[in-house]
């Protein structure tokens, strides 16, 4: 969202900047500031994407909780795709060089996506609650219909309060709209006070509230079960454990637990607990860093649409900075997913094997086959098996001369020229 509170458009400042420096010295920051936007947004793009890829490709992260995280890395690659790239241009060019109705794209982009992002971090604060505080209740509350009631929900809503105001002319004054009139190939987002109010309470105040007080409430719920996982360790002679009979029932992972010769109910419940509260440390991780990232921009977006100017003068150099801390914010989630969960963590590792052996000019990839009795080899070879329950692999190897396979049942695939 990029939002003007002076009068004096950045351009002029950018230009005036420029003349009173040395000629290598603007170029060396031209350059610097062009390295690190880019590499923001390649990141942005690229991680949000891998995020997107994993999950389709990876039937494990195929979970309910996980339809909040796609859509969720969805809104921040296209935050990346249409909201930075307009901000970069503008930040390292010093000037606006589209019209004025791509000035209001961009604009409905930036609050869009970002308004998004936050009412989908609200969405799985409320689906970590029900999942640690209520896990009875989990599979009757959070069913996959409301799921999706939920992320239309969330994209409807930032879709009212971003593309219709900016482009109806709602979200500003009388006399902005004139001095656009009047500057047709300037882009200043300036809003009035009832737009100000509204939409910094939609777009953050009111989700962040939501989440504070749910992961408040994971927070609280988690320690007393952790007590309560040592009393049950121990148990009341300190050394005999207790077991706790709990009716089976959907997690939020989408399986459900089932009586198991080698599993107790206690250790059951133990590990859905662990599970249960490491998905909701890492997703109260992603709030807290989208908090610290968008805090700083709402005070100073509230801050400078409430006073004059004047009383509240903030320098560009500022307003860009802080900006661009909301925007590295897109980038950070697919870092904290791969760092902080493993399942993703692997996924990442093998789409992006999977990619790049796919861009390699010799390109070897498995296919993993079950075969009922006798297998036929690649090429009309029939290869007998020991053990017909024995998973084998066929290794496809791309040569000048064709397609070379072998089979191997010791799952190793050997390459000999």
């Not at 390109?363 to 075969?371: A, D, E, G, M, S």
């Amino acid at each position: 969202m990029s939002v003007e509170a002076g009068a004096t458009s950045p351009a002029d400042i950018a230009t005036a900047a420029a003349a009173d420096s040395p000629e290598w010295q603007t170029l060396a920051k031209t350059i610097a500031k062009s390295v690190v936007l880019i590499s923001i947004i390649l990141t942005a793009i690229f991680g949000n994407l891998l995020v997107v890829t994993s999950v389709i490709r990876h039937h494990k992260l195929r979970v309910t909780t996980n339809y909040f995280i796609v859509s969720l890395a969805l809104a921040d690659a296209l935050v990346a795709l249409f909201a930075m790239t307009f901000n970069a241009s503008f930040t390292i060019s010093g000037k606006w060089m589209f019209n004025q109705v791509v000035c209001d794209f961009w604009n409905s982009c930036d609050v869009l996506f970002s308004t998004a992002s936050i009412m989908h971090l609200c969405c799985i604060s409320v689906d970590r609650y029900y999942a640690i505080i209520k896990p009875l209740e989990y599979p009757t509350k959070i069913t996959t219909k409301r799921v999706f009631i939920m992320l239309a929900l969330a994209w409807t809503v930032s879709l009212l309060i971003s593309f219709v105001p900016i482009f109806t002319g709602w979200y500003t004054t009388e006399e902005h709209r004139q001095w656009l009139a009047d500057h047709p190939n300037e882009c200043v987002f300036k809003v009035n006070k009832y737009y100000a109010i509204i939409s910094s309470s939609i777009s953050f105040w009111i989700p962040c509230s939501v989440m504070l007080f749910t992961y408040w409430r994971i927070y609280l719920e988690a320690t007393r079960q952790e007590k309560m996982l040592c009393k049950t360790q121990m148990g009341p002679g300190g050394g005999e454990q207790q077991v706790i009979h709990a009716p089976p029932h959907r997690n939020s992972h989408g399986a459900e637990d089932t009586e198991s010769g080698q599993s107790t109910p206690t250790k059951r419940n133990i590990t859905k607990m662990k599970r249960e509260h490491k998905a909701a440390k890492t997703l109260g991780i992603i709030m807290g860093a989208f908090i610290l990232c968008w805090l700083p921009f709402f005070l100073w977006y509230v801050t400078t649409s409430l006073c004059a100017p004047t009383d509240c003068p903030c320098p560009e150099v500022v307003v860009d900075l802080l900006f661009w801390i909301g925007y590295i914010n897109s980038s950070l989630n697919p870092i904290i997913y791969a760092y902080f969960n493993r399942d993703f963590r692997m996924a990442f590792k093998k789409t992006l094997q999977d990619l790049f052996c796919s861009c390699k000019p010799c390109k070897l990839w498995q296919t993993r086959h079950r075969h009922p009795g006798g297998a036929a080899g690649y090429g009309g070879n029939h290869l007998q098996q020991a053990n017909s329950a024995t998973t084998n692999f066929t290794c496809k190897l791309q040569t000048e001369k064709g397609v070379v396979a072998v089979n191997k049942s010791n799952k190793i695939c050997e390459s000999k020229v």
